[in-house]
Nanobody, 124 residues
Framework: QVQLVESGGGVVQPGGSLRLSCAASGLIFANTAMGWFRQAPGKGREFVAAINWNGRSTNYADSAKGRFTISRDNARNTVSLQMNSLKTEDTGVYFC?????????????????WGQGTQVTVSS
């Protein structure tokens, strides 16, 4: 059974940091590109960051550049998102997703497998 499980969400004050992790199982992880998306209440799913199969190529939304870092460990089948200098507008449910075509893309419909999400709340 193919599965992605996110962890690491929580409540943090503005300016704080969180590290999200996504554990993959049931797929050939090293053959996939991975992405992080988020969804705020009442809004659509928004691209945050993506990484190619070997971790040498990444892409970030403008809102994430300079604050977030995506990384992956193919030996452990995990992808992480380090989030620093968090802002209230970063609040939302964060999802990881796998793209079997191994392309770094920003559109949700291009991804094949999704996790259930983890809540991130940035509030004072």
């Amino acid at each position: 059974q193919v599965q992605l499980v996110e962890s690491g969400g929580g409540v943090v004050q503005p300016g704080g940091s969180l590290r999200l992790s996504c554990a993959a199982s049931g797929l050939i992880f090293a053959n996939t590109a991975m992405g992080w998306f988020r969804q705020a209440p009442g809004k659509g799913r928004e691209f945050v960051a993506a990484i190619n199969w070997n971790g040498r190529s990444t892409n970030y939304a403008d809102s994430a550049k300079g604050r977030f870092t995506i990384s992956r460990d193919n030996a452990r089948n995990t992808v992480s998102l380090q989030m620093n200098s968090l802002k209230t507008e970063d609040t939302g449910v964060y999802f990881c997703a796998a793209d079997y075509a191994a392309q770094i893309v920003t559109t949700p419909s291009s991804y094949d497998i999704w996790g259930q999400g983890t809540q991130v709340t940035v509030s004072s």
